[in-house]
């Protein structure tokens, strides 16, 4: 069992050191979580609970703020809740002091009051027992005027005073704020994407075509048979030749012809049909001397293709010449032993023998 003994102190020793930072997380973090949790009051949440059954007060917004008083008392509470909406940011309260009975110069709060303070502060505090405590503290019994600094309830500081009659007269007043503590990391506000701004882009401007008017020839003068008894078919014919020449004279600006006021357009005559016997295609196939490119890329290109052709026949050339050279009697004794050789002396004995 010694060793059994052993295992469990140093277990003991090891474990020593990791109690003592867990109880030091513990001593610190309450606190830090007290002041940095944020649990997002909002201003409606404070109105709620000052219009609800138990308090019926009226709020109306004005400038920013939501301002709530009593219905059943005479400027008795009041609430400040700002802003009039969204987040909760502070809420400030004030209420008349009474005097007890048979004390003229001691204030206190009424229990009602302290509750109905406790309730709306408590929105943006969380913290019911610390808001409750620094109420009861403000409004203990006291004879003089009370001023408590800020202190930390919760989620807010709240801060309270108590203001003792002015001289003129009128009712000691209990004045309560409490403002909601940022949190420890604040959410960090979004930038807003910059949409690029699309450069328009111009549109074509039209340009207007001229339409070229085309004359019309009008003829000068429009001849005009007059059927009378007494004119000849020659006279006739010679008043329609001389009206017919002189609509012609005027209208000289286009090949139009006008005959008694009938214009007619000649139309253009089409060209000789090619000679049947096709020698014109190859000719017009051939480029004339000014159809032929003198790009210097083109002709570079050519002569570059020409001079690997010539290398490329030189190369083969002397390379047929010197197989054959080194091979010339294999080739002539295989020539004089195949069939062709034979035919060949044939024909030459058909050609050569007298």
């Not at 960090?188 to 075509?209: S, V």
């Amino acid at each position: 069992m010694p060793c059994a003994d052993a295992d469990t102190v140093q277990s003991m020793r090891a474990k020593g050191p990791v109690r003592l930072l867990v109880l030091l997380l513990a001593v610190s973090l309450p606190p830090v979580l007290t002041v940095s949790a944020h649990h997002g009051p909002q201003a409606k949440d404070v109105v709620a609970v000052a219009t609800n059954q138990t308090y019926n007060m009226a709020c109306q917004p004005a400038s920013g703020q939501q301002v709530c008083t009593d219905q059943l008392r005479v400027v008795n509470r009041r609430a400040t809740i700002t802003p009039d909406m969204g987040p909760l940011e502070s809420v400030t309260t004030t209420v008349n002091a009474v005097i007890p009975l048979g004390n003229s110069v001691v204030y206190t709060m009424q229990p009602s009051d302290q509750t109905w303070n406790m309730d709306l502060h408590w929105v943006g505090c969380a913290d019911a027992d610390a808001v409750g405590a620094f109420i009861a503290d403000l409004g203990s019994p006291s004879s003089l005027a009370k001023t408590l600094d800020p202190t930390v309830a919760g989620e807010c500081a709240i801060s309270g005073l108590l203001a003792l009659p002015p001289p003129t007269g009128g009712p000691a007043i209990y004045t309560i704020t409490s403002r909601v503590l940022p949190p420890a990391f604040p959410t960090p506000t979004p930038t807003p994407t910059q949409i690029p701004t699309p450069t328009p882009t111009p549109k074509p401007t039209a340009t207007p075509t001229t339409a070229t008017a085309r004359p019309t020839a009008t003829p000068g003068a429009t001849a005009t048979r007059t059927a009378t008894g007494s004119a000849t078919e020659s006279e006739s014919a010679s008043a329609s030749e001389s009206a017919t020449a002189s609509a012609s004279a005027t209208s000289g600006e286009t090949p139009e012809q006008s005959v008694l006021g009938i214009t007619f357009t000649p139309e253009p005559s089409s060209a000789p049909p090619a000679p049947a016997g096709g020698g014109d295609e190859w000719a017009g196939s051939v480029p004339s001397a000014g159809e032929i490119s003198t790009d210097a890329t083109k002709l570079a290109g050519s002569g570059l293709a020409a001079l690997l052709l010539l290398l490329a026949m030189g190369f083969i050339g002397e390379l047929f010449n010197n197989t054959f050279e080194s091979n010339y009697d294999r080739i002539l004794a295989g020539w004089r032993k195949s069939w062709l050789s034979r035919l060949a002396k044939a024909f030459s004995g058909l050609w050569g023998g007298h």
